[in-house]
């Protein structure tokens, strides 16, 4: 650029990146997140015919991710191109109308975002990953004194490695070792579906976080149980945390995948899949509040005057 056009968005970058305050520093002292927000900012205003952003949305509060999928969209507007590189199933099915996977530095896919991102997590859970296990602790995965010793999702009822269905509970069990005295030890997970949204999350934090639950060394089982009717068809997949004082120690990504599918019976002619990320049965009740009114011509008379 020259110094005329530089100078002339200078205000404007720094506007945009919110690092007014800063704008004397060293850009070696800054965080992560500033030098992101100083990186977009300067590659937006440069008015390139193909601006790439990569992984983005990954830093900065939710005002600032805001700002920076606004200026994206005025970049597509005004005819260029945007090259959105993300891990983010909803964001790339939000923001982007063409979509190409990449595996082992190749194209592997490519076409509509929804088809692409369907067979990107069909891939990553690929035949469902419903156990795994380890036999020591040296050779599972884990941190501060935590190991993880298995994991398993399965029928609530039934045989282990039978259906999963939506018309019964479904089971996860997680084992794990702790291997130092005095600690406040859990686990939580987060489950997605095959869109890649976060459903919901769940984990031993509330029985831990009052500090008051000290496990000695040993190994550890935690179940629980997610309510019949309450997820939709399709794959989902589970990320795991292990917790200690109320502190994340250890986190895996696509730990479990599992299949879940309808096999409810339908009233009407609809047999497509329901929609929604979740779908929860719900009561029910109809009742009548106001009988149906006669017209005047249909007034009753009483029986002898007809």
Request: overall charge neutral; aromatic content about 8%; charged content about 25%.
């Amino acid at each position: 650029m020259r110094r005329a056009d530089l100078e002339r968005r200078f205000d404007r970058i720094v506007d945009f990146a919110e690092i007014e305050k800063f704008i004397d520093t060293p850009v070696k002292f800054y965080s992560s997140g500033m030098y992101v927000r100083l990186a977009f900012a300067v590659a937006a205003h440069m008015e390139p015919e193909i601006l790439v952003v990569d992984e983005v949305l990954a830093v900065g509060d939710a005002a600032f991710q805001k700002k920076c999928l606004g200026k994206m969209g005025e970049v597509a507007r005004a005819g260029r191109t945007v090259l959105f590189v993300s891990h983010s199933m909803v964001a790339v099915r939000n923001l982007c109308d063409r979509a190409i996977c990449l595996r082992g530095g190749e194209l592997a896919d490519e076409g509509p975002p929804e088809d692409v991102i369907r067979n990107y997590l069909r891939v990553q859970t690929e035949g469902g990953l419903r156990l795994r296990e380890w036999e020591t602790p040296e050779e599972a995965p884990g941190d501060q004194g935590l190991f993880w010793r298995r994991f398993r999702v399965r029928p609530s009822h039934g045989v282990a490695d039978g259906m999963i269905t939506t018309a019964e509970p479904i089971a996860l069990e997680f084992e794990y070792w702790s291997l130092r005295e005095g600690s406040a030890v859990g686990m939580n997970f987060h489950l997605f579906n095959e869109q890649g949204v976060l459903l919901f999350e769940g984990g031993t934090t509330e029985e831990i976080r009052s500090g008051d639950m000290i496990f000695p060394r040993g190994l550890y089982k935690t179940t629980c149980q997610i309510p019949a009717q309450l997820l939709n068809e399709g794959t989902h997949h589970l990320s795991v945390q292990l917790v200690k004082n109320n502190r994340f120690a250890h986190k895996m990504d696509h730990a479990l995948s599992f299949v879940v599918q309808d096999t409810s019976q339908r009233v009407g002619s609809w047999h497509g899949k329901t929609a929604g990320a979740v779908r929860p049965k719900l009561r029910w009740t109809t009742r009548v509040i106001e009988g149906p009114r006669e017209s005047a011509g249909e007034a009753a008379t009483p029986e002898g005057n007809r």
